[in-house]
């Protein structure tokens, strides 16, 4: 049974940094590729951040390009967002996200849609304060 497990949020002042974990269990977690998304009150799920199986190709939204990291260790299958310079806005629910990247003609693919993911979390909650 494939788990996905967030945790990491919390409450953080304007440009403080938070690091969210997502341990992810009854897989082979190599070949799938992991992503990062997030939800505001009263807005759609939006994508935050993917990274490829391999770990050699990433994506960020442009909301965080340069704020946010995402990275992924293979020896306890846990992927990572290192998030940077917090602001009000990235205020939301914090969900990751895994699928095996198939039917596509480069696997090693950063998968960029919540419909492209399989398996989800439950989320954790960021509240950045002004």
């Known amino acids: 049974q494939v788990q996905v497990v967030e945790s990491g949020g919390g409450l953080v002042q304007a440009g403080g940094s938070l690091r969210l974990s997502c341990a992810a269990s009854?897989?082979?977690?190599?070949?799938?590729?992991m992503g990062w998304f997030r939800q505001a009150p009263g807005l759609e799920r939006e994508f935050v951040s993917g990274?490829?199986?391999?770990?050699?190709?990433?994506h960020y939204a442009d909301s965080v390009k340069g704020r946010f990291t995402i990275s992924r260790d293979g020896a306890t299958n846990t992927a990572y967002l290192q998030m940077n310079s917090l602001k009000p806005d990235d205020t939301a629910l914090y969900y990751c996200?895994?699928?095996?990247?198939?039917?596509?003609?480069?696997?090693?693919?950063?998968?960029?849609?919540?419909?492209?993911?399989?398996?989800w979390g439950q989320g954790t909650q960021v509240t950045v304060s002004s």
């Open positions: 996200a895994a699928t095996i990247p198939l039917g596509y003609s480069d696997y090693d693919v950063v998968l960029t849609r919540s419909d492209e993911y399989d398996y």
């Open positions: 990274i490829s199986w391999s770990g050699g190709n990433t």
């Open positions: 009854g897989l082979t977690f190599s070949s799938y590729a």
